[in-house]
């Protein structure tokens, strides 16, 4: 059904690592996040709906982090548990703490609306693997978008509370939005061969997207645009209290075959 | 009756949920949402994360008019509860085995009102335990264009999910241990076989034997 992976030479296959590895970070610590909010949100409804989102979320760093172990044979359940903040390349983006409501629905928001578009790139990509992933996660995360675009709106034009928080949230998200765009190392040369997205194009469609939909839609000023971004190992303060609670039971019970 | 504090609740609405296209909508249960188009986002992840769907539809509780046998002979002024002449959608609850919901929606009827629908709809459906109706124009309906079935309903199909034995810590159902004395019979008693205490926990005794089950579908 599918062409037949491209054979690539060991430094694209070492920047194709540190891709995927990125991408399911960036899963892995935003669904950490929503996580936290079951239990806790403003409805159970939405309680659901976010756990869902969350849930959906780490199944796509779950398939990023398979796509990795074809590559080289690591275990996706290590990877996620037992690397410190150090090791991870999550962008801070997705670490900063949940905050509320407003803050958690928006950067889902601006988040969802990314790795759609990224998806619906990746599903030409020319390595059929991925091809097949972005396929599969692109489905849902269409759907996330749905659902996170219509809390924006409605956050944004509901009370002049939930107005003044949706922009306290932009203000505070806008300006580390721009390191989900950031290439990591070698990931041109991938690009330029057709197995990843030109990050470009997608940053293009993404403006093109939640530009208008946050500042016509939903009548937010868009603060200025962030300044330049630090590496993916340069990592905010919150990241390592988030792993410690998130990577607490399998550290304590490493020989556990059962999940 | 009184309110004494402005009601800050969103509007209930009642969600039905067709599998497929062949089978009746049903209604699964209710969410509590803003307006029609939070109602179907909300319904698609709280009932359809998991099993197959091909349509959502919300339609807020104050456009159902819902009556039981009981109800309608106390109370027969329901069948004049007035409103729109519509086309009317009936739903009819049949068994009490599955406690609250599904109601099965059965078909449609022109009415003069709520009311009208629903006398039609307890003349024709005399042994139904309860009666539902709502206006065709109370719907709000998911699309059922490509891409709307694609994302809101295809991912839920390769979804498969363990069945809750599979989770079973002893392996088997405890009434084999009980029979295989592999249960202490007091809550202060050790675990024994004949006059053998079991100090193995089960599953290291029988290794073939409590092997958790195949996920089933």
């Known amino acids: 059904m599918t062409a037949p992976a491209p054979t690539l030479t060991e430094i694209q296959q070492a920047a194709l690592i540190r891709k995927l590895t990125a991408l399911a970070d960036d899963e892995i610590i935003l669904a950490q996040r929503g996580g936290e909010w079951t ?36 275990d996706p359940d290590a990877l996620a548990f037992t690397r410190s903040a150090e090791d991870y390349t999550s962008a801070r983006f997705v670490e900063l703490p949940k905050g509320d ?50 809390w924006v709106e409605r956050l944004a ?12 949230a932009l203000n505070a998200l806008w300006p580390y939005v721009g390191q989900l765009f950031q290439p990591v190392e070698g990931e041109a040369e991938l690009t330029a061969a057709g197995v990843l997205p030109d990050l470009s194009a997608v940053k293009a469609r993404w403006d093109g997207l939640v530009v208008p939909h946050l500042s016509v839609q939903c009548g937010l000023s868009l603060p200025p645009a962030g300044a330049e971004q630090p590496g993916r190992d340069t990592h905010t303060e919150h990241l390592a209290p988030l792993l410690d609670e998130m990577q607490r039971v399998y550290r304590a019970h490493p020989d556990a075959e059962l999940w | 009756m009184i309110q004494t504090s402005p ?22 249960g209710s969410v509590h949402a803003g307006d029609p188009n939070h109602a179907l986002l909300t319904a698609r992840n709280v009932f359809v994360r ?7 539809w919300a339609v807020r509780e104050d456009d159902i008019l819902i009556a ?35 109601v099965d929606l059965v078909g449609t009827l022109q009415a003069t009102g709520p009311g009208d629908a629903l006398r039609q709809a307890s003349e024709a459906h005399a042994d ?6 709502f206006p065709e124009s109370a719907i709000a309906r998911t699309d059922d264009d490509a891409e709307t079935v694609e994302s809101w309903f295809a991912p839920a199909k390769d979804k498969t999910y363990k069945q809750q034995q599979y989770y079973g810590v002893i392996g088997k159902h405890v009434g084999e241990l009980k029979r295989e004395g592999r249960m202490p019979r007091r809550a202060t008693e050790e675990p024994h076989v004949a006059d053998h205490k079991v100090y193995d926990h089960p599953h290291d005794a029988t290794p073939e034997q409590v092997k958790t089950p195949e996920v089933q579908q």
């Open chain 1, 157 to 168: 034009l509901g009370t002049p509370e939930s107005t003044r928080r949706t922009q306290d």
């Open chain 2, 50 to 56: 998991r099993p197959a769907a091909v349509n959502l």
């Open chain 2, 68 to 102: 039981t046998p009981e109800e309608v002979a106390t109370h027969p002024e329901v069948l004049q509860t007035p409103g729109e002449g519509d086309t009317y959608h009936v739903g009819v609850k049949k068994s009490h085995k599955r406690s609250m919901t599904f």
């Open chain 1, 101 to 150: 409501w407003a803050f958690t629905m928006l950067r889902q928001y601006l988040y969802d609306a990314y790795e759609a578009l990224w998806l619906d790139a990746a599903r030409q990509s020319v390595y059929a693997p991925l091809a097949e992933v972005a396929n599969k996660a692109f489905r849902e995360e269409r759907f996330h978008l749905q659902h996170t675009a219509l």
């Open chain 1, 39 to 74: 239990g806790h949100a403003p409805i159970l409804e939405e309680d659901i709906a976010l756990a869902n989102i969350a849930q959906d979320e780490l199944g796509h760093a779950g398939l990023y982090l398979e796509l990795r172990r074809a590559l080289d044979g690591t």
């Open chain 2, 128 to 133: 139904a335990l309860a009666w539902l109706v």
């Open chain 2, 7 to 28: 009601d800050t609740q969103w509007p209930r609405w009642e969600i039905f949920k067709q599998d497929s296209e062949k089978r009746p909508y049903q209604s699964v």
